[in-house]
């Protein structure tokens, strides 16, 4: 196995928010990044979040301020650098007085919109600030049960989880990155001066070499710290592995607003407005011992339904459930007992040996990506004093410089109208400012190519193409449950004549 590879400044393990966070960061610095992950971009816990990027108003009551600070922070400059990909969404939180008092939730988001002015000092604050409201009121009267009558509202952001974490891979390659997904990192070893790492992909193994190592395999964090040479006096951080599962319903209730709903175990989940016509229902915590135990089980389904049931008109059921989906967090073991417990805040472990750096990664949320990849850099700044300076929160993503969403939709529209207006909205929210790239130069909708069905989103040949061109997709699960959700709008049937023309073309 010859080396035949340059030497990379950065080699990092893990093509989820965080690896691509890292190598989008890093590449803009002027370093040489090779990101390697085993399956898709984004294929584990960073399409499986509950899709908000939030300050997380329950880290309140576990006194995660700093977390909860940046996270705020974060939330004016997702919205600015990826504003297709991001959009502001209003809270509800209906008041049951028997699980919090009202002192206590008016307190909570008293100190949540406060740290949101304080982390966002000296930029702009689009965000409205929480405030009491009527359930019983319009355009409310209609979501919940009539005894739900009082209620709260704050703001936080949605967000489409796998699509950030393909823009930030974008946006390393663009800026010289090798990103290279189905490629799996087997082991390293320091020699001569080099880590020396083993990678697998369909074409077989291979040795690169590089000046550092990243480790940010998510919940495999353990597992590749494992393949690593013990590092002297290096601690062997543990992770926790928690799991969190989602169900997906016709939607549950008029409006864009999401609830967040107080449980009887004082836990809280949430209904998002999801896809248009759904509801996206969230989240369980259930420490689970390996990354493979990611799926749903029939208790998780009932303890959603049953939260749910409690606030809305009609029952969930099961037999209601389009979709479900489950992910495992992984969080730095910092000894808590209960999992909704222990800290989302992200840890390094850095392993120095011979001068030659590993960093692993634990914990992180979608939501502060950007901020995680900013630390990581200034933690290996001393092996690159030559690196630039951080400067990710002022360039938009790939597809995120436009104006406003509805310029962006209205142009399409005119430029293009004799392609159906609903594709072309649907089209902007995943492609942004890239959508005409998308479409390149079919004027109708037989230009698209062919039309693998959906009832109110279509999927053409034209932008199946393009996920597979310009977005590493291969399989029929990367492109209808993460480069888009368009399998919510396809019968099985149609499902399985899709991943059949693909695996024949
Ligand atoms: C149920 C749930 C809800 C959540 N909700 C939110 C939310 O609303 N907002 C929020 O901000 N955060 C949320 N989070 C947290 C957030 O999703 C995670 O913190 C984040 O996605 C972790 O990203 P990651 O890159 O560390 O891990 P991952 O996305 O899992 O990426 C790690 C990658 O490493 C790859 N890998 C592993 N081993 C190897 C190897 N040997 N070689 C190559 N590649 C390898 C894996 O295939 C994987 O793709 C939620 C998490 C869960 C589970």
Not at 55 to 64: A, I, M, T
Not at 323 to 336: M, Q
Not at 366 to 392: D, K, S, V
Not at 419 to 425: A, K, M, N, T
Request: hydrophobic residues 40%; glycine residues 10%; charged residues 25%.
């Amino acid at each position: 196995m010859p080396a035949t590879d340059p030497i990379h400044d950065l080699l990092i393990v893990g093509g989820g928010i965080n690896g691509t966070g890292i190598a989008r960061d890093a590449a803009g610095r002027g370093l040489s990044v090779l990101l390697c992950e085993q399956g898709d971009l984004g294929g584990a816990t960073s399409s499986a979040s509950s899709k908000m990027i939030h300050g997380g108003l329950r880290y309140l009551e576990y006194f995660e301020f700093r977390l909860v600070a940046e996270a705020l922070a974060e939330r004016e400059v997702l919205l600015r650098i990826a504003p297709h990909l991001t959009r502001p969404l209003r809270f509800i939180m209906p008041h049951v007085p028997s699980l919090r008092p009202a002192w206590m939730i008016r307190l909570g988001l008293l100190l949540y919109d406060s740290l949101g002015r304080m982390g966002g000092l000296g930029r702009r604050v689009t965000l409205p600030g929480s405030a009491a409201v009527e359930l019983d009121r319009p355009p409310l009267a209609e979501s919940l049960q009539a005894r739900y009558r009082k209620g709260f509202v704050y703001s936080d952001v949605a967000v489409d989880d796998a699509r950030l974490t393909l823009a930030n891979a974008s946006a390393a390659r663009l800026l010289g990155a090798v990103i290279s997904p189905r490629c799996r990192f087997l082991g390293a070893a320091r020699t001569q001066g080099l880590w020396h790492a083993t990678l697998e992909d369909a074409g077989g193994r291979k040795i690169v070499l590089a000046r550092a190592l990243v480790n940010a395999a998510g919940p495999w964090v353990a597992e590749v710290t494992d393949t690593l040479p013990a590092g002297a006096g290096t601690p062997r951080a543990k992770v926790q592995l928690v799991k969190g599962s989602h169900i997906v319903v016709p939607r549950l209730y008029p409006g864009e607003h999401a609830f967040i709903l107080q449980n009887d175990d004082r836990r809280v989940v949430f209904l998002l407005p999801f896809a248009e016509r759904f509801t996206l229902i969230g989240t369980t915590d259930i420490r689970v011992d390996q990354p493979e135990d990611a799926r749903i089980s029939t208790d998780e389904v009932a303890y959603l339904c049953r939260a749910a049931s409690r606030y809305v008109r009609t029952p969930v059921e099961a037999g209601n459930i389009v979709w479900s989906y489950s992910g495992v967090r992984p969080l730095f073991d910092d000894g808590r007992s209960d999992p909704s417990a222990v800290s989302r805040d992200y840890t390094f472990v850095l392993d120095r040996t011979a001068d030659l750096p590993a960093l692993s990664i634990f914990g992180g949320k979608i939501t502060t990506h950007r901020r995680l990849a900013e630390a990581a850099l200034a933690r290996l700044r001393p092996w690159f004093p030559q690196m630039g300076p951080a400067w990710t929160d002022s360039r938009p993503l790939p597809g995120g410089d436009f104006g406003t969403l509805s310029e962006l939709v209205d142009g399409l529209r005119q430029h293009h109208p004799a392609l159906p207006p609903s594709w072309l909205r649907a089209l902007a929210l995943r492609h942004g400012s890239e959508s005409d790239k998308v479409i390149g130069d079919a004027q109708s909708v037989a230009a698209l190519g062919r039309d693998f069905g959906g009832e109110s989103y279509h999927l053409y040949q034209r932008e199946v193409e393009y996920f597979i061109e310009h977005e590493w997709a291969q399989s029929a699960e990367d492109i209808l449950w993460r480069r888009s959700k368009a399998g919510l709008s396809m019968t099985p049937a149609q499902q399985a004549e899709f991943a059949s023309w693909l695996e024949r073309s």
